[in-house]
T-cell receptor
Framework: GAGVSQSPSNKVTEKGKDVELRCDPISGHTALYWYRQRLGQGLEFLIYFQGNSAPDKSGLPSDRFSAERTGESVSTLTIQRTQQEDSAVYLC?????????????FGPGTRLTVL | AQTVTQSQPEMSVQEAETVTLSCTYDTSESDYYLFWYKQPPSRQMILVIRQEAYKQQNATENRFSVNFQKAAKSFSLKISDSQLGDAAMYFCACFESGTYKYIFGTGTRLKVLA
């Protein structure tokens, strides 16, 4: 595709349910990043992938959060047993590599609301 | 710990005037990159400008330029000839090459007055 896409664009769920957020990066981009943006806040770095490997998972807020990536393609961020504090916009970005000299291209985000 | 601080929650500028957004950062690494991103109400994050820490020359992109003061760990963004379309949230960010992590500031909301 022409850009990074994310689905769904909006998700409303009940507390305690599991949710899966999807990110489709730009074709050929080996690096993929997930961020969380709470209302009125900056971006909180969650995890990055180089290919399908995530070398550092320390940015994930709790063990309820997990992420996977299939090859150098789609990635899913899963939140189990959602809590109200998980409500936020989840942004995905991809780039040609993990060096800062490569521009990150962001998707439009998924707005998650936990009731 | 790596931190990025934007001390101006909101700024206003008259159309066609110049405005400067402030950013300070803290890193112990020698290899890092600095960025300014724009986030309009559509939520789409857009890269405005990038600065490699090893380059002394300040980056410039059309009406956007930075004042990179490495010793002071300061990285401000100057927008010249402000346009209504510049109205957005602006985020300063730092990428450390050793950790591969991006750290973002809390943002500055820029309003452009007609």
């Amino acid at each position: 595709g022409a850009g990074v896409s994310q689905s769904p664009s909006n998700k409303v769920t009940e507390k305690g349910k599991d949710v899966e957020l999807r990110c489709d990066p730009i074709s050929g981009h080996t690096a993929l990043y997930w961020y969380r943006q709470r209302l009125g806040q900056g971006l909180e770095f969650l995890i990055y992938f180089q290919g399908n490997s995530a070398p550092d998972k320390s940015g994930l807020p709790s063990d309820r959060f997990s992420a996977e990536r299939t090859g150098e393609s789609v990635s899913t961020l899963t939140i189990q047993r959602t809590q109200q504090e998980d409500s936020a916009v989840y942004l995905c970005a991809s780039s040609r590599g993990t060096s800062g000299r490569f521009e990150q291209f962001f998707g439009p985000g998924t707005r998650l609301t936990v009731l | 710990a790596q931190t990025v601080t934007q001390s101006q929650p909101e700024m206003s500028v008259q159309e066609a005037e110049t405005v400067t957004l402030s950013c300070t950062y803290d890193t112990s690494e020698s290899d890092y990159y600095l960025f300014w991103y724009k986030q309009p109400p559509s939520r789409q994050m857009i890269l405005v400008i990038r600065q490699e820490a090893y380059k002394q020359q300040n980056a410039t992109e059309n009406r956007f330029s930075v004042n990179f003061q490495k010793a002071a760990k300061s990285f401000s963004l100057k927008i010249s000839d402000s346009q209504l379309g510049d109205a957005a949230m602006y985020f300063c960010a730092c990428f450390e090459s050793g950790t591969y992590k991006y750290i973002f500031g809390t943002g500055t909301r820029l309003k452009v007055l007609a």
